[in-house]
């Protein structure tokens, strides 16, 4: 299994410029999310869905679109690139287990630089 | 409002020196708590859970529901444990918060 893959590993966009994150996962886990992570301020959810066609908001939404036509991809779109858009961005999965914890499988990430 | 804390950006200690990295949390239910690491050059990764109660690499953590904390404990640093630690909390559904993070740099 490859587990968690996310392409490209880094980007550069100037303002305005749009672009797409990729990510994907083998493990056929329902539950996908995208994370930025930013010095001093750790990881923040940007998006997730908890499957197929089933998408919702987290803590930093504005800027990006997702959609989940597949257990297995869970693409980012940012429509208009912007510098504060700067950051590392994690995708992971994971998988439920009734009413218990989730471990959550990270990728790589994608270091993206908006100038 | 759902909120992880933790309140020290980076730790120092030498080499078989006890180590406590320390976490807060705010959430009105019941709360599952974890600890996430990443070391140098590698995918963040679960590190242990509050549910399991195990230890791992030989940290602990105990979720203390009174003064609402998960501190990461370890009796002996080691110079591998040298990485960037998380707490993250799952405050609903699928939802997990993340603490803004702790860098743990172990000094031989």
């Known amino acids: 299994n490859a587990g968690v893959t996310q392409t490209p590993k880094f980007q550069v966009l100037k303002t305005g410029q749009s672009m797409t994150l990729q990510c994907a996962q083998d493990m056929n886990h329902e539950y996908m999310s995208w994370y930025r992570q930013d010095p001093g301020m750790g990881l923040r959810l940007i998006h997730y869905?908890?499957?197929?066609?089933?998408?919702d908001q987290g803590e930093v939404p504005n800027g990006y679109n997702v959609s989940r036509s597949t257990t297995e991809d869970f693409p980012l779109r940012l429509l208009s690139a912007a510098p504060s858009q700067t950051s590392v961005y994690f995708c992971?999965?994971?998988?439920?287990?009734?009413?218990?914890?989730?471990?959550?499988?990270f990728g790589p990430g994608t270091r993206l630089t908006v100038l | 409002a759902q909120r992880v804390t933790q309140p020290e950006k980076l730790l120092s200690v030498f080499k078989g020196a006890p180590v406590e990295l320390k976490c807060n949390y705010s959430?009105?239910?019941?709360?599952?708590l974890f600890w996430y690491v990443q070391y140098s050059r590698q995918r963040l990764q679960l590190l242990l859970r509050?549910?399991s109660r195990e230890s791992i690499k030989g940290f602990t953590a105990d979720l203390n529901k009174g003064e609402t904390s998960f501190h990461l404990k370890k009796p002996f640093a080691q110079e591998e444990d040298s990485a960037m630690y998380y707490c993250?909390?799952?405050?609903?559904?699928?939802?997990?918060?993340f603490g803004a993070g702790t860098r743990l740099f172990v000094k031989a």
């Open positions: 993250a909390l799952r405050a609903g559904g699928f939802k997990t918060i």
């Open positions: 992971a999965s994971s998988y439920p287990r009734g009413d218990s914890y989730n471990e959550q499988f």
């Open positions: 509050h549910i």
């Open positions: 959430y009105s239910g019941s709360p599952e």
């Open positions: 869905s908890v499957g197929a066609g089933i998408t």
